[in-house]
């Protein structure tokens, strides 16, 4: 709390719409304690390229909510389609080989089986 996360996201955003001419539109998942904050600082832009569906980027906050690759969350979240995905999380992850690799597929969902296979012989 209190690390900037959401400025800085907005300012990637506006870093690739600027820059690289992405101008998303760009999907940001946040626990509903945070949404207040997220709405009024994107609301400072325009918020019509976050209303589509083709989403470039996925921009997780809270991202400690998704280290178990078996959670409704986990599954919901994954079956977006986005070119991209950023994790976020201020809370230190106390880091078992499963909770990586559910981090680590989930941002590289097209990772292949084996070399799951591979990490699961440290799991």
Same mark, same amino acid.
């Given at each position: 709390?209190?690390?900037?996360?959401?400025?800085?996201?907005?300012?990637?955003?506006?870093?690739?719409?600027?820059?690289?001419?992405? /101008?998303?539109? +760009?999907?940001?998942?946040?626990? &509903?304690? *945070?949404?207040? %904050? /997220? $709405?009024?600082?994107?609301?400072?832009?325009? *918020?019509?390229?976050?209303?589509?569906? !083709?989403?470039?980027?996925?921009?997780?906050?809270? &991202?400690?909510?998704?280290?178990?690759? *078996? #959670? #409704?969350?986990?599954?919901?979240?994954?079956? +977006?389609?986005? !070119?991209? !995905?950023?994790?976020?999380?201020?809370?230190?992850? $106390? %880091?078992?080989?499963?909770?990586?690799?559910?981090?680590?597929? +989930?941002?590289?969902? *097209?990772?292949?089986?084996?070399?799951?296979? %591979? +990490? &699961? &012989?440290?799991?």
């Amino acid at each position: 709390m209190g690390l900037g996360k959401t400025v800085q996201s907005i300012s990637v955003m506006a870093y690739l719409a600027e820059t690289h001419n992405i /101008w998303g539109p +760009f999907l940001v998942i946040a626990p &509903a304690s *945070t949404l207040h %904050n /997220w $709405q009024q600082e994107i609301a400072r832009f325009d *918020t019509q390229y976050f209303q589509r569906m !083709r989403w470039q980027y996925m921009i997780l906050d809270e &991202a400690q909510a998704i280290k178990s690759s *078996t #959670s #409704s969350r986990w599954k919901a979240l994954l079956g +977006f389609h986005c !070119r991209n !995905r950023l994790l976020l999380t201020g809370t230190p992850i $106390q %880091n078992s080989m499963q909770e990586l690799w559910a981090l680590l597929h +989930f941002i590289m969902p *097209t990772t292949p089986s084996s070399m799951k296979r %591979n +990490f &699961a &012989a440290y799991i």
